[in-house]
């Protein structure tokens, strides 16, 4: 079974803090994906980043980074240099491997960010 | 227009009520996929379809019927619903490629519909 655990729940930081948040996976597939997304108050889940399993590549986007780290199960994300927009529950999600129709995710509980000016 | 649009967003219901919620994806996809959000929970997968055949019903109760009667269009049907079924529902959809690595696999959500059932 697939589990995705994010210790944290809720972080709460400055504008320009950078803050970090954890994301620990477990699954028996060698080949899989890893997601972020961001929920604003609004509701809607706003995909952030895909990685799949073999590409294990640090990535940046702007204010966003990610670490991937295979050895340890875990996709960190990092954003620099907060602002109040970001302020947010952002969800890890884990895919299993494309064997079956459907892209079903496993879902991380949520960090809940906020950041005050 | 936004990808995936959820009808009604804001939905309060008796316990015997029926109602339907309703989900249409503008962005040309082939599944689509039922999401609960509840309190303190992590988001769990209720329903997918794709290429309009139910592939995956996750122990859903009777009381949550979901139709797709075609590659855009998605809807739950609700019928004696209990308090704790009060959740945000949230709609999906993805670009299913079938087998292979090739599928990228992301889901594009829409807004939601928030229930309570009175």
């Known amino acids: ?117 | 227009e936004t990808g995936v649009t959820q009808t009604p967003r804001h939905l309060v219901m008796g316990m015997t009520n029926k109602k339907s919620l309703k989900c249409e994806q503008h962005l040309g996809h082939n599944a689509m996929y039922w999401y609960k959000q509840s309190a303190k929970k992590p988001l769990e997968l209720m329903f997918v379809y794709s290429l309009e055949e139910r592939v995956e019903n996750n122990s859903v109760p009777s009381r949550f019927s979901p139709e797709c009667p075609n590659s855009s269009h998605l809807f739950l049907h609700l019928h004696t619903l209990q308090p704790e079924d009060s959740a945000l529902y949230l709609c999906a959809s993805s670009q299913d490629k079938g087998q292979g690595i090739g599928r990228t696999g992301e889901l594009f959500f829409g807004e939601g519909s928030r229930l309570t059932v009175l």
Not at chain 1, 15 to 23: A, F, G, P, S, Y
């Open chain 1, 1 to 117: 079974a697939q589990k995705v655990t994010q210790a944290q729940t809720e972080i709460s930081v400055v504008e320009k803090e950078d803050v970090t948040l954890d994301c620990v996976y477990e699954t028996r597939d060698t080949t899989y994906y890893l997601f972020w997304y961001k929920q604003p108050p609004s509701g809607e889940l706003v995909f952030l980043i895909r990685r799949n399993s073999f590409d294990e590549q640090n990535e940046i986007s702007g204010r966003y980074s990610w670490n991937f780290q295979k050895s340890t199960s875990s996709f960190n994300f990092t954003i620099t240099a907060s602002q109040v927009v970001d302020s947010a529950v952002y969800f890890c999600a884990l895919s299993e491997a494309p064997r079956a129709a459907g892209n079903k995710l496993t879902f991380g509980g949520g960090t809940r960010v906020l950041v005050k000016p």
